[in-house]
Each structure stands twice: as C-alpha cells, then as structure tokens.
C-alpha cells in the first residue's frame, strides 16, 4: 500500500514557456523549483502522479549529519538550517525537529568506526558525541539492555516525510511558481545541443532550463537523450505501528532496526541496510558498475523479483514522444513490501523494545531507492546538453538533505556561488577503467 501522504490541490494547465521546468516532484524536485521560484524565476514543477507519492514519502524521515560520507556532510549541515528556514518563509510545519539522533552498538568494531567519524567530524564543526556504557544504557533505557556505547547527535533531527514534498510546493506556488500534477515530462526539445523545451503527454512548455530529478527514472528518462546514468534501485521495505508507545527515542539505530516517531505519534520501523534488488533492464545493463557495492552489501541485499521488471522505470528501450510511454502507464510506484522483511522488522522491534508488543501494526509498504556506484548522489549542470541540470541517485540518503540539493540545483541553474563544493557530485566520476571497477577522478 501506499506510504501515508498528504495531498494538496494543484493547477492543470500548462504555460507556454518558463524561465526553468523542474521534472519530478520529490524532495529534491520541490527544493529546486522552490529555491527558483523564491529567486524570482518563472519555474514549472512537473510531476506524472501526485507530489512525493514515491520515495519521498516511503522513507524514514531522518535529517542527518551523523555518520555521513564527508563528500555530503557539508550539503547535510546546510540542510538542516534549510529546513528551518523553508519552514518559516513557507509558514508550514514540515514535522521538522532538531531532536537528536540516538545510536547504539554493543559491538566494539561499530563503536570505533563512529569514533573515527565522530574525529573528522568534530573538526568539521559537527556536535557527535560518543557515549559511554553508563550512558548508552541510560539513553537506551527503553531497551531494558545493557550497552556497550553509543552515539548521540544533539542538532540532527527527523522531518515529515508525509507532509514535506507537498508543502514545499506550496511554498513554490506562494513565491509564483506552478505546479502540476498527473503530468508526465516525455522528453526533451534540444537546439543547438542545448534545451529549448520540455515535451509533456500536453504539450511542449518553452524552457532553455530544465532539472531532472526523476529519482528512480531519471536512468530511462535521460537513456532517451543518449546520456548514461548508472543507476540502481533497491526495494526497501518499512512499516508503520500506531500511537501508544509513550516516550521512546525519537530516532533511534541500533544494528537490529531502527524506530523513528511519525507526525501522527505512531513509528516507523525498519532494518537499515536491507532490501531487494529487483531485476530490471538497467539494472542488468549496469551490473558492472554496482559490482563493488553489491560485493560489499551481500548480506544485507537479497534478490528481488520481476515488480521492478514490470513497472518499467529503469527500461532501457526508447519511447515515442507522441505515444504514451512509462511514466504515464506507471503514475506512481508501490512496490509490494516483502512480507518476510516487514515480519522479520516487527518482530525485531518488539524484541528491542518491550513496550511495542502490544501496538498494532498501521501499514506496510516498500518504496525504490535509487543509488549510484559510490552512494554519492550526482548533481551536475554539465551533463552533455546546454541548460540541463541532473539531480538524482540520492542513494537513500536524499530526503534530510533534500532542502540542500535543492538549493545547490538553484544555483547551479542560475549561475551563482553555489553553497557547497560541486565537484565531487559530477556525473563524470562514473567511467569504466576495468571490468568491476569504477574510476573516481
């Protein structure tokens, strides 16, 4: 089913042109256009079902610093002053709360790794503290364990996942900008080797600015294009128990399931790491890029099924732009949660944490999680066509720093100081030297 998701009511029409068209409304689709549309730029943000029905919603929630690669924490550090700051200019609550994240270990060689990172971090500005035995098993009281040690991270903190996307576009909407829901972005309309339009299942909006952040389609859209985009999505799957369970953690990780409390005062509850790699054209087409990453993750990653195959985002065969394609026939995707998974998670939870014995289940669901080779997101203006600018490969980690890409989108597409360093988000990172292995330069 369908993660819980606020709806909001959007125009229909389409304008003959734009100063920029935004392509998908996720978390990153509506920071981008909102960023634009704040700077005083005509920007339509187009989404082919409704906004963040996909990922965007299906997630955890979390707004992180902690344990992040180093390539990200900067973007992660702004984000979290960008939630605050959207929040108040939009005049919404997007559940965002500085709440500290809570992680647990009894496990020595886990512990040393967050100590390491907790080192390089504290000399980039970034408040993580590890905690002792006494004080992990005081903060982890709920557990009714005995812990090794832990980490807490006082200003990292969680969002809405159910309300962020959608208003966020409200706030795109205040600032000017249009968006439109139930409509597909078929291709691009190219002069001179640059953008001059976007081809939608309506018609063509006249733009020389467009951002895909099409997150688990961005690989087929920008195939279309002859732009290779090594993409992958792994089947994540999450549930959601009701209110009733006092006090806990607000988000809490240890290595058996991670527990974060829902805008409704119910919790989400999922195995970090785990999923299924669902079979699909680009999957099998980009096999050889993912196959350190899947080296590394065999544990955790178990073969999915055909679902991915079927729903047709990661097809590699190319569409008419005057025939429906598979964006329109695929509005939004809802895999089916992996029953064992959802079980195995309920099951760990109420182990973990006594108090959740008796709370019953709310939903299930499982949503693509779409990565890159390196677990780096790309974000690139310079992706082989003039006015094209590239965001996606969020690799799980997109929605807390969602504000941020969004930002950083803007500025590229608008030519000012971007607010972090660029370079390690390029498209072009990704190039074959051998079999199996990917090039980093």
């Given at each position: 089913m369908p993660a819980p998701l606020m709806r909001i009511a959007t125009q229909d029409m389409l304008p003959a042109s734009a100063d920029c068209v935004v392509i998908g409304a996720g978390i990153v689709g509506v920071s981008a256009a909102y960023w634009l549309a704040r700077a005083g730029k005509s920007v339509v943000l187009l989404e082919k079902?409704?906004?963040?029905?996909?990922?965007?919603?299906?997630?955890?929630?979390?707004?992180?610093?902690?344990?992040?690669?180093?390539?990200?924490l900067p973007l992660s550090t702004r984000s979290l002053s960008l939630w605050e700051e959207m929040a108040a200019d939009i005049g919404e609550d997007l559940g965002f709360r500085r709440c500290g994240l809570l992680?647990?270990?009894?496990?020595?060689?886990?512990?040393?790794?967050?100590?390491?990172?907790?080192?390089?971090?504290?000399?980039?500005?970034v408040d993580t503290r590890m905690l002792s035995t006494a004080e992990?098993?005081?903060?982890?009281?709920?557990?009714?364990?005995?812990?090794?040690?832990?980490?807490?991270?006082?200003?990292?903190?969680?969002?809405?996942?159910?309300?962020?996307?959608?208003?966020?576009?409200?706030?795109?909407?205040?600032?000017?900008g249009q968006v439109v829901q139930n409509c597909a972005a078929r291709g691009l309309e190219l002069s001179a080797g640059a953008v001059s339009g976007v081809i939608t299942e309506r018609g063509v909006i006249g733009t020389k600015q467009v951002v895909m952040a099409g997150g688990a389609w961005a690989g087929s859209f920008l195939y279309q294009l002859g732009i290779i985009f090594p993409q992958a999505a792994i089947r994540s799957s999450v549930l959601s128990i009701a209110p009733g369970a006092g006090e806990l953690p607000p988000a809490l990780h240890t290595a058996a399931v991670s527990i974060t409390r829902r805008g409704d005062g119910g919790h989400t509850l999922a195995i970090s790491g785990r999923g299924h790699l669902d079979l699909t054209p680009g999957a099998l087409m980009g096999a050889r890029n993912f196959l350190p990453m899947f080296a590394k993750?065999?544990?955790?990653?178990?073969?999915?099924?055909?679902?991915?195959?079927?729903?047709?985002?990661?097809t590699r065969a190319h569409w008419a732009m005057d025939r429906q394609t598979p964006m329109e026939r695929m509005r939004i995707l809802d895999p089916r949660p992996?029953?064992?998974?959802?079980d195995e998670t309920l099951h760990r939870a109420r182990r973990l944490l006594p108090v959740l014995r008796d709370i019953p289940v709310q939903a299930s669901w499982a949503g693509y999680i779409d990565s890159t080779p390196d677990g780096v997101p790309v974000i690139d203006a310079n992706v082989g066509i003039g006015g094209?600018?590239?965001?996606?490969?969020?690799?799980?980690?997109?929605?807390?720093?969602?504000?941020?890409?969004?930002?950083?989108?803007?500025?590229?597409?608008?030519?000012?100081?971007?607010?972090?360093e660029v370079a390690q988000y390029r498209l072009d990172r990704f190039r074959q030297s051998q079999w199996g292995k990917v090039a980093k330069f």
């Open positions: 079902g409704m906004i963040g029905a996909e990922q965007s919603s299906r997630n955890w929630g979390w707004c992180r610093q902690q344990n992040r690669d180093a390539r990200e992680y647990l270990s009894n496990s020595a060689a886990e512990l040393e790794g967050w100590a390491a990172w907790g080192r390089f971090a504290r000399g980039e500005g992990a098993t005081e903060r982890g009281a709920d557990t009714g364990q005995t812990w090794l040690g832990g980490v807490w991270s006082p200003t990292d903190g969680i969002a809405d996942p159910a309300r962020a996307a959608p208003l966020i576009a409200k706030g795109i909407i205040k600032h000017g993750r065999w544990r955790a990653l178990r073969p999915g099924g055909l679902e991915g195959w079927r729903s047709g985002f990661e992996s029953r064992a998974l959802v094209l600018v590239l965001a996606a490969g969020l690799s799980g980690h997109g929605f807390g720093i969602g504000p941020g890409v969004g930002h950083l989108v803007a500025d590229l597409a608008l030519g000012r100081t971007p607010i972090t």
